[in-house]
């Protein structure tokens, strides 16, 4: 079980008419892993997660979640699946408490203590008729109900676009603790520090492809590491190799550039031979990989 | 900022944003009045076609149905094309001004985009000033189209005064019901109930005018949808009827204003409760839960058609009473032949109602249906497919109570005909009975299920243009209602379901057409289940 993935997707590909939203979606979760999902608007990430959920069908390739069709077996899925969509929306006559029960019922299970805690936690009035919820309270009975819920997978899509930080940290601390009682997680999200604190590995997409997919300590390899070094002398850094988009700092011989991670060994033995006198070096962040794949390859 | 700014930019992104609904109606409406005014000559030309017809206009039955109007002298072909289209024209303007109105006010509120735009500098009252203007200037535009055409056609006996009375008189009445639309969606708090509060109201001045013209006609005068009836135009043209709606639509624009400056935006003077904060047990699938969200409509529409039916049935007394019409016909043809001819005269008016009532029941089944694919682009249902919930299931949550309350609605309302005007009866006898209540069922429920089949299927397979539907309907109530006094061509009348069977109770069920149509209403189901089980779903 551990070892066979839960959710396997293999060359996606779906078209709406003649556009193509999916070209080629490869990636997979495993049991006990929280897989970060990313892109810019219009990517392709909701296509994918439809697909998965067999809302739409998809018009190449395959996926499978639990080893079973997401088309032709998701109700089966379902069972032990539980997703938040990005925008919620809730029938608006009914209350949160009712929506809240409803679709746990609509997964064979109920109201739990759990739920209780969970509406306590996000702090969410569930008397009150989902016409007059906000955004983020909308998002909120979606979440109660997913938590709620015993699943095996959990497919978030943006879901703290709405919330305040406080109802933010409440829902990390929550994936967290799925991931640790070994469920899979996949979260989509644009909100890039949440992804690289929670994330084991990400899956960036662009114009409906997967375009790289690994642990952010995997994909930082592939980018530079940015450096700002104040230096006792004249020394020019533009001579070293490897470095890129110089820039002098405020004060006299302060530099900043960035390093190939290859070369970051050589450059530190030279810097050390000018008096380094402070010197700050910042892996480079999941919005640096993010803008790195995004604007071109610089 | 005056509180009406920028009202004049609101009215051109209000006809951007209807312009195809506006356009349809207005082109529908238009072609309507012209081509049967166009046509009229042929139809009742000659002195004899319109004393047959001016006797049948005169039977308290089709007075229920059409209105009551009073002839002078030499009947026209025009004063009898007034007499058939008036009231009819009336309601249809009704139902277009009122779906106009809470669709430009409180559909936009409860969409969000009236939020978006009262946060730029435009006044507090300018979204409805400018929904007011758009209906001002669509049914101006419709009376002038009326008016025109009716000119153009130029039917004998009609005058100029006369068609631009129709034109004018046919905009004020559109006019206060828009206007009462836009009130509604001041009152209600989201657009269903604004606009169940505006069809309750429209229903009551339907019901009252019909009340009025069978017993007496002068207090049809308390009904504003009556007063179309009084304008009389080509024996005894009444400008009065134009300046009581336009007054009294001046009055409801004003309640409306002062009811927009004393309400928050988003909430109505009938405002949200809360609820429970845990579902009952009932609450657990999407049956229950599309009963939960939509018994109140379920119920008012069959209790609205129960109610309806009763409102009918109250005037059975008043047709089926030959002798009040013709008092020495028991002199000449006895006692039973007079019940004889009472009985006949019930069942006739019995069968034009069964096509109302089955037209009336399936407006919510259809709705049912149609919301199956509401749902699903509103986002709403998203949350149901993921979870262990099957297409299947899913979507005869919604076909099945639609097929229901359709079903439910007709049979109540026939009923309600049948037993509140065989109780009205001296001589019970004379009513319909109750094996002649059955076939009035048996034959109207066929077309019924027809119509929802093709709700069905458009939702299954091509639910882009499930509005067709209503199209659909409405074409098969129009060529049954009004075809045998526009005589209408017989394959106009069988381009739709509700031209195939019969008129019943007039005549017996046939149980051959009533077979294969339950099987084709089968075989719609059973493709948009398959198509609904294929196609992608279309989210927000």
Redesign the interface.
């Known amino acids: 079980m551990a070892t066979q993935p839960i959710l396997q997707i293999h060359q996606l590909q779906k078209k709406f008419g003649r556009f193509q939203a999916l070209k080629d979606i490869t990636f997979s979760v495993n049991a006990g892993e929280v897989f970060g999902f990313i892109g810019p608007n219009g990517a392709g990430k909701?296509t994918t997660i439809?697909v998965l959920?067999?809302?739409?069908?998809a018009t190449g390739g395959s996926a499978t979640i639990f080893g079973q069709d997401v088309w032709h077996d998701?109700?089966?899925i379902?069972?032990r699946?539980?997703?938040v969509?990005g925008?919620?929306?809730?029938?608006?006559?009914?209350?949160g408490?009712?929506?809240?029960?409803?679709?746990l019922?609509?997964?064979?299970t109920a109201?739990s203590d759990k739920t209780d805690a969970l509406i306590k936690q996000f702090g969410l009035d569930?008397?009150?008729?989902a016409?007059?919820y906000s955004k983020g309270n909308r998002q909120k009975v979606?979440l109660i109900?997913a938590f709620s819920q015993d699943a095996d997978f959990y497919?978030f899509d943006e879901p703290t676009s709405g919330l305040d930080p406080l109802n933010e940290r409440v829902f990390q601390e929550a994936v967290l603790d799925l991931k640790q009682r070994g469920k899979a997680v996949l979260l989509s999200s644009h909100i890039l520090s949440e992804v690289e604190r929670m994330c084991d590995r990400i899956g960036i997409i662009r114009e409906g492809q997967i375009i790289e997919t690994g642990s952010l300590a995997e994909m930082r390899h592939l980018t530079r590491t940015m450096v700002t070094v104040t230096l006792g002398d004249d020394f020019d850094v533009t001579t070293l190799p490897g470095v890129h988009g110089v820039t002098a700092g405020h004060q006299a011989h302060e530099w900043q550039f960035a390093v190939e991670d290859s070369q970051l060994a050589t450059i530190m033995a030279t810097l050390a031979q000018h008096q380094v006198m402070a010197l700050q070096s910042t892996p480079p962040t999941l919005e640096d990989l993010f803008m790195h794949y995004y604007t071109g390859k610089e | 900022m005056s509180r009406y700014g920028r009202t004049g930019q609101l009215i051109r992104l209000a006809f951007r944003r209807d312009r195809f609904r506006i356009l349809m109606w207005i082109i529908i409406l238009a072609a309507l009045m012209a081509s049967v005014a166009w046509k009229f000559e042929d139809i009742y030309g000659t002195q004899s076609e319109i004393a047959a017809i001016k006797g049948t206009l005169a039977s308290p039955g089709i007075v229920a149905m059409f209105g009551a109007f009073s002839f002078k002298g030499k009947v026209t072909t025009a004063e009898i094309f007034a007499n058939e289209m008036l009231l009819f024209m009336a309601l249809i303007q009704v139902v277009m001004n009122l779906a106009l109105s809470v669709h430009a006010t409180r559909g936009e509120e409860d969409l969000g985009i009236t939020e978006l735009v009262r946060s730029h500098a435009v006044g507090t009252d300018a979204p409805l000033a400018a929904a007011a203007w758009e209906l001002v200037i669509v049914n101006g535009l419709l009376g002038i189209l009326y008016s025109v055409g009716l000119t153009a056609a130029n039917m004998p006996g009609a005058s100029l005064e006369g068609n631009w009375l129709i034109g004018i008189g046919l905009a004020a009445t559109g006019l206060l019901f828009g206007f009462l639309g836009l009130l509604m969606a001041q009152i209600a708090d989201h657009s269903a109930s604004a606009t169940g509060l505006a069809y309750t109201l429209f229903g009551i001045s339907y019901l009252a005018r019909m009340i009025t013209d069978v017993q007496h006609p002068r207090l049809t005068w308390w009904s504003p949808l009556g007063w179309v009836e009084k304008l009389a135009p080509y024996n005894d043209a009444n400008w009065m009827p134009v300046w009581l709606s336009l007054a009294t639509a001046l009055i409801l624009f004003g309640l409306a204003v002062m009811a927009n400056n004393r309400r928050d935006l988003g909430a109505g003077a009938l405002t949200t409760r809360p609820g429970k904060s845990r579902a009952s047990a009932f609450l657990r699938g999407p049956l229950s839960l599309l009963w939960r969200r939509q018994r109140n409509v379920i119920i008012a529409w069959i209790l609205a058609v129960i109610i309806f039916g009763i409102a009918y049935g109250t005037v059975f007394n008043t047709i089926g009473d030959i002798l009040k019409t013709n008092p020495t016909m028991q002199q000449v043809f006895g006692a039973a032949m007079v019940h004889e001819a009472n009985h006949k005269v019930l069942l006739s008016f019995t069968s034009l109602l069964a096509v109302v009532m089955a037209a009336v029941a399936t407006i919510p089944g259809i709705q049912l249906i149609l919301k199956a694919h509401t749902d699903e682009t509103r986002g709403w249902l998203e949350a149901v497919y993921a979870r262990p919930v099957s297409r299947t299931r899913l979507f005869f949550s919604y076909v099945g109570p639609a097929f229901l309350t359709s079903t439910l609605a007709y049979i109540g309302g026939l009923g309600g005909i049948v037993v509140m005007g065989d109780a009205s009866l001296d001589h019970v006898k004379d009513g319909i009975s109750a094996h002649e209540f059955w076939q009035g069922i048996a034959g109207q429920l066929p077309e019924i299920w027809v119509f929802l089949g093709i709700a069905v299927l458009l939702v299954g397979c091509w639910p882009r243009i499930k509005t067709f539907t209503w199209l659909y309907l409405a074409l098969g109530f129009v060529s049954v209602y009004m075809g045998s006094l526009l005589k209408l061509p017989d394959w106009v009348k069988n381009v739709t379901p509700a031209g195939w069977m019969p008129r019943i109770p007039q005549h017996a069920v046939n149980w051959t057409t009533f077979s294969w149509m339950i099987g084709l209403a089968i075989v719609l189901v059973i493709v948009g289940w398959l198509g609904y089980r294929r196609r992608d779903l279309q989210m927000r």
């Open positions: 909701s439809r959920l067999g809302l739409i069908r998701s109700v089966t379902h069972q699946l539980a997703y969509p925008d919620v929306y809730l029938w608006p006559n009914l209350t408490g009712e929506i809240i029960d409803l679709l019922k609509m997964n064979g109201h569930p008397t009150k008729k016409r007059t979606a109900a497919i």
